[in-house]
C-alpha cells in the first residue's frame, strides 16, 4: 500500500463512529485545512469543554492530528487538521478519489512547523467564518447562505487571473444579504499589493458585465456581484489602507473594518469606502456600499481615467509574505 492510500476497511470503520457533527467538522478541516479548538467551538459546540473531549476522541480515531504552534513565551492553543483516514473518509462521502485528499492531509501537517505568525492570516480567515456560524447557530434570522474558501476557488479566467479572495461569503440577516470577497489583512503587504487587488477586480467585474469571464465570477461570487470587504487587525493600518484605496477612483464596490480580538464580525464594524459612520453590519453592506449593486443588478462600470498609485510611501518596511501558506 503507497504512502496516499488508507485501508478501506479503516475508512469504513471510522466513518461508523462518525456523528453528523464530526462529519461537519472534518468536511471543514477539508476546506479550511487548520482550526483552533476555539474555532471548532464556534463551528458546531456549546461549550469548549465538549469540543475539547470530542476532539481528543477524533484524534485518538486518527480522524484528525493536533499541534501546538511553537511559542518563545506562554503557550498557544491546539490547533487541528486533518489526519490521512479523515481526510479519506470526506473524500469518500463526496464521491471523490481518496489518494488527492490524503496528500493534501499530508501536506497541511507540514502547517504544523510554521511560527504563529506564519499562521496568522489563515488562523484570521477561517475565524471570521467559525465566527459567523458561531453567530447563525443563535441568531435564526441569520445565516452563511455560502462560504467558499480559498482551496475552492475556481481556476483564474482570462480577465481574472489576479482575483483571488481569502475567501467568498453571502452572509443573511432577516431580509437583508450581501455576498462579501473577505480580503483579510495582517499588516504584511504592501498597500500597493492591496491598491492592485482592486485593479484585478475592476477587470473582472467589468468582464463579468460584459458577458467575459461570467463562469469564473459566478462560480467566484454566486450570481451577486460582491463587495471587497478589508479585514484588518490595527486602526491604523485601516486608515493608510482606506487613504490608498481612495486614490484609485475605482468602482468596486468596497468596505474596510477592524475586528478586535473577540469581536463577532456581524457587529457594526464597516465602513464603506468613501462614507462617513455610522459603520454597518455586513448584511447592510449591499445595500450600504457606493455602487454595489442589488441583488437583481449584474455588474458595475468601471470609471475613466482610474489614479493608481505605482510606490505609497506608507509601504516601507513591508514584506508581501501572505501568499506563503498558498
Not at 105 to 127: F, Y
Request: glycine share 8%; net charge positive; charged share 25%.
Amino acid at each position: 500500500m503507497s504512502g496516499d492510500d488508507v485501508a478501506t476497511s479503516r475508512i469504513q470503520k471510522l466513518s461508523a463512529r462518525l456523528t453528523d457533527r464530526d462529519r461537519l467538522i472534518l468536511r471543514t478541516l477539508a476546506t479550511h485545512r487548520l482550526l483552533t479548538t476555539h474555532q471548532i467551538t464556534e463551528l458546531a459546540f456549546d461549550s469548549p469543554v465538549t469540543a475539547r473531549h470530542r476532539m481528543q476522541q477524533l484524534e485518538g480515531m486518527q480522524a484528525v492530528d493536533r499541534f501546538r504552534p511553537r511559542a518563545d513565551r506562554g503557550s498557544h492553543p491546539s490547533h487541528f487538521v486533518l489526519a490521512p483516514a479523515g481526510a479519506a473518509a470526506v473524500a469518500v462521502e463526496a464521491g471523490q478519489d481518496t489518494k488527492p485528499a490524503i496528500r493534501q492531509a499530508r501536506r497541511d501537517r507540514e502547517l504544523g512547523m510554521k511560527s504563529p505568525r506564519g499562521l496568522a492570516h489563515l488562523i484570521g480567515v477561517n475565524g471570521f467564518h467559525t465566527a459567523l456560524e458561531a453567530h447563525a447557530r443563535t441568531h435564526p434570522d441569520t445565516s452563511v447562505e455560502r462560504w467558499l474558501s480559498e482551496r475552492e476557488m475556481p481556476a483564474p479566467g482570462f480577465y481574472g487571473g489576479g482575483v483571488r479572495p481569502d475567501a467568498v461569503v453571502t452572509w443573511r440577516q432577516g431580509r437583508t444579504r450581501a455576498t462579501l470577497a473577505i480580503e483579510y489583512d495582517t499588516g504584511t503587504e504592501r498597500l500597493a499589493r492591496l491598491v492592485d487587488k482592486i485593479g484585478a477586480y475592476d477587470t473582472l467585474l467589468d468582464a463579468w458585465k460584459r458577458g467575459m469571464d461570467a463562469y469564473v465570477a459566478q462560480d467566484l461570487f454566486g450570481t451577486e456581484h460582491p463587495v471587497v470587504l478589508f479585514v484588518f487587525t490595527s486602526p491604523r493600518r485601516e486608515i493608510e489602507a482606506r487613504a490608498a484605496l481612495n486614490r484609485t477612483h475605482t468602482t468596486v464596490p468596497i468596505a474596510t473594518g477592524v475586528r478586535p480580538p473577540d469581536t463577532s464580525p456581524t457587529e457594526p464594524l464597516w465602513l464603506p469606502l468613501g462614507a462617513r459612520p455610522p459603520r454597518l453590519r455586513p448584511a447592510r453592506l449591499g445595500a450600504g456600499v457606493p455602487g454595489a449593486p442589488s441583488p437583481i443588478e449584474t455588474g458595475t462600470t468601471r470609471g475613466p481615467g482610474r489614479a493608481r498609485p505605482t510606490a505609497l510611501a506608507a509601504d516601507a518596511g513591508f514584506e508581501d509574505d501572505e501568499s506563503d501558506l498558498w
